[in-house]
């Protein structure tokens, strides 16, 4: 291995692993705060970009459909017609958008948010109280379901968006590249200055601590879920948008995403975020080197990387007694 061969799997690795990392720092908060290991968030991911194929395309993507499908489940459990009425903005919102790249992009990513609120209100919120396994089941019943709808939106093709900027600034860096780790890094910056400074940061963090401490204080656990879920979506669905031009988009692909950002969640305990986000760095550059030293097992490789976490995870955790 040369200077260069090793440069370009550095930057590979970091590239991948700052996308990781996103939806490392997504899931973390929404477990902390609402104990849902957000398994679909992969399909949220790719929602976005591929949406926004079908609108370039002149085409209505089938999320639209899945949206006023949630946003009617949700005004019929809400018993208000707000939630529907949005999804029909955004339907409305649709037709003038189809072709226009400054209304489609944003259209896609608002379509992606949405999504994810109305899978926490929908499906998530009247399960409150279950326990951490069964949201769990849950949460892979809808990744297998958003798979499939998926499958059925979008078809069994990749698709590549247009790059929002061209060209290569050096050899295996393009500027499309260099927008993504731009914008991890502001994302994580706006994350850190939305926990220290605002006052909704501040009460998902006391949720995210104390549930019912937080309720005493006056703030629902409710709202404080639908706020992690509003992060989740809108971070998904940017890292979707930016990545997609590089690596392409496909219904399939979020599942692989998703997990990995997964796996460096649990390398941070699902509570710690600058842990979590180093290790999807970790897991980003330990799976670029081995896709060019063991390509066939790659794969399996980085999710070894899971046991010395939960091995660790185990011996700090308290011993039960029965």
Do not use: C
Request: without cysteine; glycine residues 10%; hydrophobic residues 60%.
């Amino acid at each position: 291995m040369d200077a260069t061969i090793l440069g370009l799997l550095l930057l590979d690795g970091v590239q991948s692993g700052v996308v990781y990392g996103l939806l490392a720092l997504a899931m973390v908060l929404v477990f902390a705060v609402t104990r849902v290991i957000l398994v679909p968030i992969g399909e949220l991911m790719m929602f976005a970009p591929l949406s926004l194929v079908w609108l370039m395309a002149g085409k209505l993507p089938g999320t639209l459909a899945l949206a006023l499908a949630l946003g009617l489940l949700w005004s019929l459990s809400d018993r208000r017609p707000w939630p529907l009425l949005l999804a029909g903005g955004l339907f409305l919102l649709a037709l003038p958008a189809r072709g226009l790249l400054p209304l489609a992009y944003p259209l896609a990513l608002l379509l992606v948010v949405y999504l994810s609120l109305a899978t926490y209100r929908v499906f998530f919120q009247p399960l409150k109280e279950a326990t951490v396994l069964a949201l769990l089941i849950l949460a892979v019943g809808l990744h297998v379901a958003y798979q499939g709808l998926g499958l059925v939106f979008f078809g069994p093709e990749q698709h590549r968006p247009e790059p929002l900027l061209r060209g290569e600034v050096l050899v295996g860096l393009s500027w499309q590249g260099v927008l993504v780790l731009l914008y991890a890094l502001l994302a994580v910056l706006a994350l850190y200055l939305f926990f220290r400074l605002s006052l909704y940061g501040k009460a998902l963090l006391a949720a995210a601590e104390n549930r019912l401490g937080a309720r005493l204080y006056g703030i629902r656990p409710e709202e404080a879920g639908m706020v992690a879920f509003a992060i989740a979506g809108l971070m998904a669905g940017l890292s979707g948008l930016l990545l997609a031009p590089i690596t392409n988009a496909a219904y399939f692909m979020g599942f692989m995403l998703g997990l990995k950002g997964f796996v460096a969640a649990i390398l941070g305990g699902l509570v710690s975020y600058p842990v979590a986000f180093l290790g999807a760095l970790l897991v980003g550059l330990f799976e670029s080197f081995t896709s060019f030293f063991a390509s066939a097992y790659k794969e399996a490789l980085v999710f070894l990387l899971l046991l010395p976490a939960l091995f660790y995870q185990s011996l700090r955790a308290h011993a039960v007694e029965e």
